[in-house]
């Protein structure tokens, strides 16, 4: 055992080292070669060093270099070295997070992490907080929370009793509500269609003036960080609105509520923490390891009560928090684990220095291509870029260059009537030389 961990450590280490001079795709060839991993499954046991020696020659080529520096695709952190190194140490623990008898440093871990993250991003501190696997699930949870809270006031138990015959929630959306979000409407029953959409302006943000009137059935879903814009919905106004009619607000705020551990960018977040719910996810840009998302609600005893799978003789409950009773899922990875070395490690300004070089980078990136004639779409508020190099069809060509070229990874979009290349950079290994080699790629290929 001590012997294969060394060699999967120094086979990992090579990786990490060599991610700066590789291209962030991986070749055809070494795509191709994947098909060595499959074959009918041996008879035999293999030497475990063996599997391990396959798996690197053969997958670590094939991998894409998102914990690079480079990569700008989609909303994808790296992973910080105290989060890798904690993962692995957590793996070698194999601790199920589900319960304090099963694991008390993974219960601790959470925590701790728990009573960080409130303080970091300004939310009630009483709050509870379940450790899921992504923002979907985070959506999914505070929803499930709403949802029961709100049906509660007119006497109806959904988790006994179901939704049939209980009184409609409303649900209003944005125009630019996140497709995740809609997918969580759809698994907590209260669909995805039958949902009132709010227009959005030109940055993608939900206009309050628009709002439907509220009242204590209505559930408002807002947004803390737009994935093409990075814009903010105006919470202040809208928790307000929704505060005095007695509605639920609950805040999709993936990567964006990040935002609030930087004096600069808190007030973008202005009036959020007024809001009932909220979704985070830590996997973009807290930088830990896949999968990593945080669900909050003001008042815990809805999380809990939306998500607890009652009693059973053999489980047992301790007078302190069960993790368990915070998540759609019982056993679990310990991932709160990660999310502690990653917020240990950077302290308050480590955190604070990472969000804004990070939004810094993204204003680097608007600066050089504006100046290279190019245009950019949105307002940079925060982390995102949109690009267009053109017409809709260079653009295209613009974006698949760049993705085969491999010097850095952007994707596509539509904005409002445009074609775009998108770009976020969230990782905390992005330098400015970086930025300055992607521009540099993205102009040649563009002007090519
Ligand atoms: C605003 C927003 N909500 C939700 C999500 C979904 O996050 P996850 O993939 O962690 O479920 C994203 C992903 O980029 C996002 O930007």
Known sequence: MKELLADTAARAAR???ELDRRSVVPSSESIARLESLGGPLPDNPSDPKDVLALLDDVGSPATVATTGGRYFGFVIGGTLPAALAANWLAGAWDQNAAMQVMSPVAAKAEEVVREWTLDLLGLPASSGVGFVTCTTMANFSGLAAARSAL?????????????????????????????????ALSMVGLGRSRVT?????????MRPDALPPLDEHTL????????????????????ARARTAGAWVHVDGAFGLWGAVSPQYAPLLDGVNEADSWAIDCHKWLNVPYDSGIVVVRDPEHLRRA????????????????PWQFTPDSSRRARGIEMWAAMRSLGRRGL?????????????????????????????????????????????????????????????????????????????????????????????????
């Open 352 to 448: 604070r220095e990472m969000i804004e070089r990070n939004c810094r980078q993204a204003r680097l990136f608007a600066d050089r291509l504006r100046a290279a004639g190019f245009t950019v779409l949105n307002d940079v508020v925060l982390n995102q870029v949109l690009v267009s190099f053109g017409s809709p069809d260079q653009t295209r060509r613009v974006i698949a260059g760049v993705q085969s070229d491999g010097t850095c990874w952007c994707a596509g979009t539509q904005w409002q009537g445009h074609t775009a290349m998108r770009i976020s950079v969230s990782c905390w290994s992005t330098t400015d030389e970086d930025v300055e080699r992607s521009v540099a790629a993205m102009i040649r290929i563009a002007k090519a």
């Open 151 to 183: 049906l509660q006031r007119s006497g109806w138990n959904v988790e006994d009793d179901g939704l049939f015959g209980a009184l409609p929630i409303r649900v209003v959306v944005g125009a630019e509500v996140h497709v995740s979000l809609l997918k």
């Open 307 to 322: 998500l607890s799978a009652g009693d059973a003789a053999y489980l047992t409950q301790s007078a302190g928090r069960e």
């Open 15 to 17: 990786y990490i080292h």
């Open 220 to 239: 408002v879903c807002i947004q803390a960080g737009n994935v093409n814009t990075g814009a903010f919905d105006p919470a202040k106004e809208i928790c």
């Open 197 to 205: 959409v709010v227009p959005a302006d030109g940055q993608g943000r």
